[in-house]
């Protein structure tokens, strides 16, 4: 049985612009994505940003950090 995840309105987008100000993921912001990737009913905006996100990580220009928040 898999958990029910429900992501709050706006998550994506937020965890973008902080990761994008911060230059790192911290280890909540690594949930939500986490959250976000099993959320079947994600709208076209919240999977452009984990894309960026993702495309970011990869490109090095956002690191992925142990910081807890």
Known sequence: ???QVQLLPGAI???LASASERGFLTIADRY???AA???DTLDETDRRCVDRLLRAVVRGRIQVGEQLS
């Open 1 to 3: 049985m898999t958990p």
């Open 13 to 15: 987008p937020a965890i």
């Open 32 to 34: 939500g994505l986490m």
């Open 37 to 39: 990737t099993l959320d």
